[in-house]
């Protein structure tokens, strides 16, 4: 991989964790009610969002794919807006944060409903497919977890049999809230799920930026090229508890966390680019403090932004202003 | 064209697909079988199977697809076989469709029309005789249009597909080869929402829809030889429903009979009378009376009890008599 592309995951690897760290002060100060973390998905999304095509591809995620839709070029601002809820939030301040909705940059509104988004990726492939795009994909993403639903296996058989063009990407942090992988499933590999749909799976380490490029790039490229659609789990870890709402220490181990953190994807991922000689330490420092910087804007501008008015709770349920009786 | 509802719908719906290339079907059986009803018969050979999709069996995966779809500018209209079929899809209609336009602040919409077939008196036994409606009446963001006749379903169809919100449109199986009559060949359009009064009368106002609105016009056309004049409401449209028409007509007969399969308790006539009670009460010479669908899970196999879980012209017309003399 180009040294450009390697510094381009760093950089996107920073930003989500330090968007992450915010948010959680934010919600310690009492600014904000509700912060929702990726530590320890950011090589997952780094690799996966660098081998999305900006213009061209959709991009179906989930609620924990922050660094997914920062990567895929949603602005900084607006992740804070949504995180105060404020006015200008891509959802108007109606969603959780990270709940966006950028149709021009092919970034698909979700509901909170684990797995009810992986049909839409269908939706959005087969629509591609209908118009003949050759050339455009959709990447869908979740978690674990989300692999338990019915909603999910139907997608998937759905997606095989028309053989859409949509990559199926898992980040697999072992966790569904509280409960482990062993209570979700008999396997240990999410990918060998794809063999029941007829569909290529493959396992990534989820904490290795590069691979997961490769992996997701080239089930993408296969995607737009006709190929059908992929099942891409890339394992990972959470490192924070499941949203600032949850206690992790009331059914995990703080050592079980401690021996993931000793394999954080940053510390790690900065470490190999300077031993590439891609990066010195003083130019990542710089990077963070600019970084930092950036983040701090945007949060204080967001911050000042006006909430949304009372009036809009009315707006945008149907296209014209239909009530119950007419 | 001389058609009945079966004929309407397809005659309709082949009208659509030739005028607009973003539409699409999708269903189970829609294809080579040409619907279990025959309503997309040769559609296939016309259309061809990316636009006549024959899908898994896979109800929710069906209407998560036609969502994607849907959002992505196509305008499918997806099938479920039977009505009684629809709640694996429940999630995807009420949490997914229902809010798409709501919770991305109009960002994306889904214009998607869901046709099913339902009601009973078919020997359908549990399974294939239910009525929904009261399930889906209760959602903000969804319509719902249950038209009886073939002029209503051509032009509700119409305006069904044209509409940029998720529609429900049911179709009431006793209704289809029920009646053959002259109907206007252009793509006319009835608005959603508007009540048409199928007779006209001065001693009690009938609201119904569907099959039971045929059956209201039996009983009402014997009680004219009584000199009792009954004036029958079509609703056509369930949510948003036609207050006006009713409340005019109330204000002309004081007398309030409803009438429908579905279940009383928390129904569509539960909804009219709380309406036409805080709305029109000093109108009523006679209180209002609701003849429903028996409080019972489901509709039993045998004539015996297929007949007594359905309401007779019979019945209706004593009931329409009581309440005239009440
Ligand atoms: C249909 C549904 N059931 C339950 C929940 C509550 N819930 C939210 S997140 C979650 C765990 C999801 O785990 P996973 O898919 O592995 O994603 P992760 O949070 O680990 O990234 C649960 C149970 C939900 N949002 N939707
Ligand atoms: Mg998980």
């Known amino acids: 991989m180009k040294a450009s592309e390697q510094r381009e995951l760093l950089r996107r690897m ?17 600014r904000i009610p509700f912060a929702l973390g990726g530590e320890g998905h950011e090589a997952a999304q780094a690799g996966a969002s660098l081998a999305f095509m900006r213009g061209q591809d959709v991009l179906v995620p ?56 992986v049909a839409h990726a269908v939706g959005f492939g087969l629509a591609m497919q209908y118009r003949k795009e050759r050339g455009r994909a959709v990447l869908c993403s979740f978690g674990d977890g989300a692999t338990s639903q019915g909603e999910w296996h139907e997608a998937l058989n759905f997606a095989a049999v028309m053989q859409a063009p949509v990559v199926f990407f898992c980040q697999n942090n072992g966790w569904a809230i509280s409960v482990p992988q062993s209570k979700q499933m008999r396997i240990n590999d999410i990918a060998d799920r794809a063999i029941g749909y007829g569909m290529p799976g493959s396992t990534v380490d ?33 490192f924070l508890p499941h949203t600032s709402d949850d206690d992790d220490r009331t059914y995990r181990q703080p050592e079980e966390v401690e021996t993931q953190r000793t394999r954080d994807p940053l510390p790690t991922f900065e470490r190999q680019l300077i031993e590439k000689q891609i990066y010195s ?26 909430n949304p008015s009372a009036d809009s709770l009315t707006t945008n349920v149907y296209a014209g202003t239909e009530k119950a009786w007419l | 064209m001389n058609v009945n509802n079966v004929e309407a719908v397809r005659a309709t719906l082949h009208d659509a697909l030739t005028r607009d290339e973003r539409i699409v079907i999708l269903g189970e059986d829609v294809g080579a079988r040409g619907n279990v009803f025959l309503i997309t018969k040769d559609f296939l050979q016309e259309f061809g199977p990316q636009r006549i999709v024959d ?21 499918p209209i997806a099938e479920i076989q039977f009505a009684d079929f629809i709640f694996p899809a429940f999630n995807q209609i009420v949490g997914e469709a229902a809010k798409t336009r709501y919770r991305s602040n109009g960002d994306y919409t889904c214009p998607l029309v869901i046709r099913t077939p339902y009601g009973g008196g078919v020997r359908g036994a549990l399974s294939h005789s239910i009525s929904i409606e009261a399930l889906f009446y209760h959602v903000p963001g969804l319509k719902i249009v249950a038209p009886a006749f073939p002029a209503d379903v051509r032009g509700l169809l119409n305006a069904a597909i044209a509409d940029p919100d998720p529609i429900l449109f049911l179709e009431h199986k006793k209704t289809y ?18 009540a048409d009064i199928k007779r006209s009368g001065t001693d009690l106002t009938v609201v119904s829809y569907g099959y039971f609105v045929h059956l209201a016009l039996e009983a009402a056309a014997k009680l004219s030889s009584e000199d009792i004049s009954v004036e029958v409401i079509d609703l056509r449209s369930i949510r948003p429903m036609d207050k006006t028409t009713i409340l005019q007509s109330l204000s002309k007969t004081h007398r309030l009979l409803i009438i ?23 109108e009523l010479d006679a209180p209002i009376r609701r003849l429903c669908g028996p409080d019972v899970p489901a509709m039993g196999y045998a004539h015996a009890l297929e007949d007594a879980y359905m309401i007779s012209s019979e019945q209706m017309a004593t009931a329409m008599r009581e309440m005239v003399q009440f």
């Open chain 1, 14 to 30: 920073l930003l989500h964790r330090q968007i992450d760290t915010r948010a959680f002060q934010l919600n310690r100060q009492g």
């Open chain 1, 281 to 306: 330490t003083d130019e990542i420092a710089l990077l963070k403090a600019e970084l930092y910087e950036h983040i701090d804007q945007a949060l204080e501008e967001a911050a000042a932004l006006e």
């Open chain 1, 62 to 117: 989930y609620y924990r794919d922050l660094g997914l839709a920062l990567g895929i070029g949603l602005p900084v601002i607006d992740v804070f807006t949504s995180l105060f809820a404020k006015k200008a939030d891509t959802s108007g301040g109606r969603q959780f944060p990270s709940h966006f909705s950028n149709k021009a940059l092919g970034l698909v509104s979700i509901s909170s409903i684990i797995a009810a988004h």
């Open chain 2, 260 to 282: 429908h399969e579905d279940h009383a308790f928390g129904g569509i006539g539960a909804e009219i009378a709380a309406m036409v009670a805080s709305e029109a009460l000093f």
């Open chain 2, 177 to 194: 080869r029920l009646a053959r009559t002259d109907i206007a060949d252009e793509a006319y359009t009835i608005p959603i929402g508007q």
């Open chain 2, 55 to 75: 899908t898994p069996l896979s109800e929710s995966a069906i209407i998560g697809v036609a969502v994607g779809m849907a959002m992505d500018g196509l305008r």
């Open chain 1, 206 to 238: 989820g904490f290795d930026p590069i691979a997961v490029y490769d992996a997701v790039h080239a089930a993408l490229e296969r995607a737009r090229n006709g190929g059908g659609p992929s099942l891409i789990e890339a394992k990972c870890y959470r």
